[in-house]
């Protein structure tokens, strides 16, 4: 194919048409003709920032997103530079998952490599760039000190010594090699990843096989709150692969939504199951209505969960989510210890951050009462 | 081939490797290597793809003779096979002396 579509085009709705490839039901059709090359460019630059390669490469060989030769040679290839880092990191969660289960710390896969094998079609369709693993709260520590053992390096350092293991979202680290392993004890930071219950989290598995190894991840409706925690309080803005992994889940899998309710109950997550479905169906136009579906358009979020999400969208700090944190924490004594852990923390968690106790102290005290006062 | 004729080799992808097909080209990571993945093409992607069950070296070649309509010659699928055992990719059964 060598012609070109002549006219511009909208990137954003270009890049949402590739993230809805494949989906039954979606509204956005692929263009009929080869886009220019400058709009190609910039469809093509955002593929590859968002990780939709897989995507791409599957509507081109489907014969049905038309390209220039140019242009599928450049699909290809920014598609199997994200196929080989995906294996590559496959390789590396084997490992580390051997090393977790040699020292018996419980561990399941989360988000890219699972999702890949479980819920799309082809593995390919889902590239990732990171490995997400996920731990009990109780083995936390063994997890880091198991990774720290095996060369990776912690990016962050936790504030004070057992905070991480009570109340973070989790930990990064770096291999040698440069490739990212994210350590997971919630699936959240701030009120909404306090509230999960995370002991039902180890309750059931589902398994796939990597390289003849058995890699234990969580079952479909586990899947599918975390693929939504991710896609509404995982960044400012939600993007495409996080939505269109909650409406591959909904859509291809056998969501037990009695099931998925109780959970959203437990987790007290409901706005944010809710907001995620809305905006996957909105985003990638789909237009079969579900179930779950049709409940998040007629849910309505009561004035404290509207609160508790805009803590987590753009312009909110840090100190802001911890306040937020507070009060979703249960026990006085854990309130207490992770304000104290906050307010004080050791030295190297400062100099990470290269900023003083006082100055530390003055700043999260001036959000709190900037977010109290609603200003 | 006959179900009691266990001397001659049948190969079959290892199941060490970790792969993605991209229709076009395969990608291969086999265990031990250090980082370094391998593209398959043409016939080598075909041949890994027909591994996916175990194959002796007749069935190979008379698999593609029915998936692909072309006769290929048994020495070059003998070395194509080679190789990819050779890169840890594939696993022998029935050889002699296995």
């Given amino acids: 194919m060598t012609g070109a579509h002549p006219s511009g085009g909208d990137s954003t709705r270009l890049a949402r048409t590739v993230a809805a490839y494949g989906l039954i039901g979606s509204l ?51 598609h199997l530079q994200a196929l080989a880092v995906a294996l590559v990191l496959e390789r590396l969660l084997v490992e580390t998952v051997g090393a977790f289960e040699a020292a018996g710390i419980p561990v399941r896969a989360l988000k890219g490599t699972a999702s890949a094998h479980l819920d799309y079609p082809d593995p390919g369709m889902r590239t990732f760039g990171d490995i997400d693993l996920l731990v009990p709260s109780e083995a936390f520590d063994d997890a880091v000190a198991s990774l720290t053992r095996a060369g990776n390096q912690r990016r962050f350092p936790q504030p004070r010594p057992g905070f991480d293991r009570r109340f973070s979202k989790g930990s990064s680290f770096r291999t040698p090699d440069g490739l990212e392993i994210d350590l997971h004890r919630t699936f959240a930071m701030g009120p909404f990843g306090a509230r999960i219950p995370l002991r039902e989290l180890w309750a ?11 890699v234990h991840c ?32 909904l859509l291809t899998q056998a969501v ?28 990638l136009c789909l237009a079969d209505v ?17 609160a508790e999400l805009a803590v987590y969208g753009t312009g909110t700090s840090y100190a802001a989510k911890s306040f937020a944190t507070v009060k979703a924490i249960p026990s006085l004594t854990h309130k207490a210890r992770f304000a104290f852990a906050l307010a004080l923390p050791e030295r190297s968690y400062l100099e ?7 100055q530390r102290i003055r700043r999260g005290l001036a959000q709190i009462l900037s977010l109290r006062s609603g200003r | 081939m006959t ?9 079959q992808r290892s199941d060490g490797v970790l792969w993605r097909d991209t229709g076009q080209y395969v990608l291969v990571l086999a265990p031990g290597d250090d980082g370094a993945v391998t593209l398959l093409g043409g016939g080598s992607a075909a041949l890994w793809r027909l591994l996916g069950r175990r194959h002796s070296l007749p069935e190979i070649v008379a698999a593609f003779v029915d998936h692909q309509g072309t006769r290929p010659a048994e020495h070059e699928i003998a070395d194509a ?18």
């Fill in chain 1, 28 to 78: 956005l059709d692929p263009p009929e003709v080869p886009l220019g090359e400058r709009e190609f460019v910039r469809l093509h630059a955002a593929v590859r920032s968002q990780r939709m390669t897989g995507l791409l490469w599957a509507a081109i060989t489907d014969d049905a997103f038309p390209v220039t030769t140019s242009q599928r040679d450049r699909a290809l290839e920014s």
């Fill in chain 1, 204 to 214: 059931r598995s589902e398994t796939y096989v990597l390289a003849g190894t058995p």
């Fill in chain 1, 218 to 249: 969580l079952p479909v409706e586990e899947r599918l709150l975390h693929a939504t925690y991710h896609a509404v309080l995982g960044g400012t803005t939600p993007r495409l692969v996080p939505l269109r992994d909650v409406a591959q889940i």
């Fill in chain 1, 256 to 283: 037990d939504v009695g099931r998925m309710h109780r959970l959203m109950s437990a987790s007290r997550g409901d706005a944010v199951v809710a907001r995620a479905i809305r905006l996957a169906w909105h985003e």
């Fill in chain 1, 290 to 306: 579900l179930a779950l579906s049709a409940w998040s358009e007629s849910y309505r979020e009561d004035r404290q969960s509207a």
């Fill in chain 1, 352 to 358: 990470e951050r290269q900023e003083g106790r006082a």
């Fill in chain 2, 3 to 11: 179900a009691t004729d266990t001397r001659t080799p049948r190969y």
């Fill in chain 2, 81 to 98: 096979v080679a190789d990819l055992t050779a890169r840890g990719l594939l696993r022998v059964e029935g050889a002699r002396g296995r």
